[in-house]
């Protein structure tokens, strides 16, 4: 993995310089995901229910009610398929 990390940096310094394209950043950047087992969740524009677990609220959520998400989130899928949020969405 050390050596995809290494790989996506310097990919992202190409992109930055104009020597690469942001598909090769991506390409990089969905295996690391791959291989670390973690995704990302929730669309933006979407309304789910608030989960306080998996969302965070931007402004006043005093009562339980469905929200919309303004930014994904991140979790890592365990090997029993359950799942561990690491980063949550952005919901109002």
Do not use: C
């Not at 090769?24 to 087992?37: M, N, P, R, T």
């Not at 931007?58 to 339980?64: A, F, M, S, Y």
């Amino acid at each position: 993995m050390e050596h995809q990390i290494g790989a996506l940096l310097l990919a992202l310094e190409r992109y930055k310089d104009g020597e690469t394209t942001i598909e090769e950043v991506e390409s990089i950047a969905q295996y690391l995901a791959f291989k670390a087992k973690v995704e990302t969740f929730g669309d933006i524009g979407e309304a789910v229910p608030f989960k306080p677990f998996e969302h965070f609220p931007v402004g006043d959520v005093t009562e339980v009610r469905d929200v919309v998400i303004q930014m994904r989130g991140a979790r890592f899928i365990r090997d029993d398929g359950s799942h561990r949020v690491l980063i949550k969405a952005l919901v109002n």
